[in-house]
Nanobody, 124 residues
Framework: QVQLVESGGGLVQAGGSLRLPCAAS????????MGWFRQAPGKEREFVAV????????YYADSVKGRFTISRDNAKNTVYLQMNSLKPEDTAVYYC?????????????????WGQGTQVTVSS
C-alpha cells in the first residue's frame, strides 16, 4: 500500500506561481512512475504531467506545457509540480498518483494509488 500526501495548494492571482509537493510513503517499490492529474468541477479527471523513476523523462499535457514543471527527489520520495503563469482555467483539485514499474501511461486508470488532492484556485 502506498500513501500519498499532496500540499501547497491555495488561491493565487492569474500569472502567479505555486509549487505542489507530494510525499510518498509505504510500499513505493524500487522504481515507479509518478504523475499529476487535476479535476475541475463537473469535469473528468485529466492528465497534467508524469515523470519516470530516474527523472530523465517527463511528459506534459499540451495545456500546461511550457508553464508547469514536474520533478522528483527520490531520496525524499517526493514529487513536485511547479506551476508558473497560472491561468483561471488551471483551477482544479490537483492529485498526485503512483504507478509501480517503468511503463509511462497518462490515463488515470493506469495509476493505482492516489493522494487526497489539493485545491488550486486561480483568480482573474
Amino acid at each position: 500500500q502506498v500513501q500519498l500526501v499532496e500540499s501547497g495548494g491555495g488561491l493565487v492571482q492569474a500569472g502567479g506561481s505555486l509549487r505542489l509537493p507530494c510525499a510518498a510513503s509505504g510500499r513505493t517499490f524500487s522504481s515507479y512512475i509518478m504523475g499529476w492529474f487535476r479535476q475541475a468541477p463537473g469535469k473528468e479527471r485529466e492528465f497534467v504531467a508524469v515523470i519516470t523513476w530516474s527523472g530523465g523523462s517527463t511528459y506534459y499535457a499540451d495545456s500546461v506545457k511550457g508553464r508547469f514543471t514536474i520533478s522528483r527527489d527520490n531520496a525524499k520520495n517526493t514529487v513536485y509540480l511547479q506551476m508558473n503563469s497560472l491561468k483561471p482555467e488551471d483551477t482544479a483539485v490537483y492529485y498526485c498518483a503512483h504507478r509501480p514499474g517503468g511503463v509511462v501511461v497518462t490515463t488515470p486508470r493506469g495509476f493505482g494509488s492516489w493522494g487526497q488532492g489539493t485545491q488550486v484556485t486561480v483568480s482573474s
